[in-house]
């Protein structure tokens, strides 16, 4: 099976071709510096670009893969969760592309996707769910922070979500009162590398709490009270770098400690973890710590799979076809608030 697979759920205009499991190609292009100038993603500005780049994303992905539109065998796009505006610029072309060319065409989850990211791997990447595992999954970016029990492939159950803050919500909403560049999670990370995270002591929402929910509104609440009080110390480079080495270890400790607790509360031994904020360093090392101490297998996505991408997306609609999951009627709409069950 050779499967078009479009994502353009938030700022990213993503295409991919892939075929029996293997990845040909995976083009994106990002609108980073574009919402730098607004601290955040415009949904207007988003869809604009969309429409802009995703005829050349698309074209650029069929050629790398090198095949032509003939040969596909089917489509799908990201439904949601994600920008109404945004989703529905690459949902309703790859509908259209299905419908030109009478092929199938799947409407994918973006967290849905996310969660079998993770057993894509290689190079050229590829698919390998001969190895998976009953596993806790851990999805976290800046919109979402959610563990998802799964149980079997395509067969999953939510845990807990935020009730708030996303993780990388509070992490850019923080790094955004240092006065860091758009977006501020990667720039945390690479300041919090020569910074001490014991030199200010921040809470850790939630990390008591039995439940398997996140909150990190609180967090970002102290911090912006801990700058009014101390507004000198945003003068001082070191002081800056240790301020972001504590936000981070208080962030990264709240996930790794209520992963790993939902993983042994539901008799796992492997723990999965996706999203964009999984590119950031301290988590993945800290979770490669814990996993290690406690005997769990660990798989994590890699960093290319972390952001906004149309592989997933291929690679889960091509698992559902092959195991002929039902299609939705061509004409089906965007979901923009499609919450994962």
């Known amino acids: 099976m050779t499967l078009l697979a479009i994502e353009t759920s938030c700022d990213e205009t993503s295409a991919a071709v892939v075929r029996d499991g293997k990845i040909l190609s995976n ?3 990002s609108q ?8 955040g993603v415009v949904p207007e500005l988003a869809a604009r670009e969309h429409l802009k780049n995703l005829l050349p994303v698309t074209r650029a992905a069929l050629h790398e893969a090198g095949i032509s539109s003939k040969e596909l065998d089917a489509v799908a796009a990201t439904q949601g969760p994600g920008l109404g505006i945004a989703l529905l610029v ?15 065409f799947l409407g994918i989850n973006h967290h849905e996707a996310h969660l079998y990211s993770p057993w894509i791997a290689g190079t050229p990447p590829v698919a390998d769910f001969s190895q998976f595992q009953p596993n806790v999954s851990l999805i976290v970016s800046g919109g979402h922070t959610m563990l998802v029990l799964v149980e079997s492939e395509l067969k999953h159950r939510v845990l807990g979500g935020t009730i708030d803050d996303a993780a990388g919500e509070c992490f850019d909403k923080t790094g955004k009162m240092m006065g860091l560049a758009y977006p501020a999670g990667p720039e945390i990370d690479r300041l919090a590398e020569q ?11 939630l990390l008591h709490d039995p439940g398997d929910d996140f909150s990190f509104s609180g967090l970002k609440t102290s911090v912006r009270y801990f700058l009014r009080d101390n507004p000198a110390l945003l003068d001082d480079a070191q002081k800056i770098r240790d301020l972001c080495a504590s936000v981070q270890a208080a962030i990264v400790e709240v996930l790794v400690t209520k992963t790993l607790r939902a993983a042994r ?3 796992v031994r492997c723990v999965t ?3 964009g904020v999984t590119c950031n360093r301290a988590l993945r090392a800290e ?15 890699e960093k290319s799979l972390c952001t906004d991408n149309a592989a997933m997306i291929g690679i889960l609609a091509e698992r559902k076809l092959l195991q002929q999951f039902p299609l939705p009627p061509l004409d089906e709409e965007i979901q923009p ?4 069950a």
């Open 90 to 104: 690459g949902f309703k072309a790859a509908q259209a592309v299905a419908f030109a060319l009478n092929k199938p």
């Open 27 to 29: 083009t994106v292009s």
């Open 32 to 39: 980073i510096k574009l919402h730098a100038e607004y601290g």
């Open 273 to 275: 973890a996706s999203g």
């Open 265 to 267: 509360r539901n008799n």
């Open 195 to 205: 910074g001490n995270p014991k030199a200010f002591d921040f809470p850790r929402p």
């Open 287 to 301: 979770l490669t710590r814990a996993c290690e101490r406690n005997g769990f297998n660990l798989r994590l996505a």
């Open 337 to 340: 608030g499609w919450v994962l």
